[in-house]
């Protein structure tokens, strides 16, 4: 069993930065593939970023690529995603998950409960 705590989460306005933190507890995250999902009022549960095992390989939606930027510490169970250049539409609850892999929701199992970020324009 793996527990995911996200932190990191604000209000700021457009063009800000924000740097989201996820930790975890109970089995190391070395054994997952980790990503970012966010999801706004009214719509889908969207990915955002994810990154490999190792960390040695990352894929981002094409809504963040150039903007975010997703990484980890297994040595400290821990994953990060850096935001820069904050736009309205990034607004949204972020979630972190772990699991096997892939861009779709359902291939994660373990998720956090997210932290809410909104961007203010």
């Known amino acids: 069993q793996v527990q995911l705590v996200e932190s990191g989460g604000g209000l700021v306005q457009a063009g800000d930065s924000l740097r989201l933190s996820c930790t975890a507890s109970?089995?190391?995250?070395?054994?997952?593939?980790m990503a970012w999902f966010r999801q706004a009022p009214g719509k889908e549960r969207e990915f955002v970023a994810r990154?490999?095992?190792?960390?040695?390989?990352?894929v981002y939606a094409d809504s963040v690529k150039g903007r975010f930027t997703i990484s980890r510490d297994n040595t400290k169970n821990t994953m990060s995603l850096q935001m820069n250049s904050l736009k309205p539409e990034d607004t949204a609850l972020y979630y972190c998950a772990a699991g096997a892999g892939g861009q779709s929701a359902l291939g994660y199992r373990y998720w956090g409960q997210g932290t809410q970020v909104t961007v203010s324009s």
């Open positions: 109970g089995r190391t995250l070395s054994n997952y593939v």
């Open positions: 990154v490999t095992n190792n960390g040695g390989y990352t």
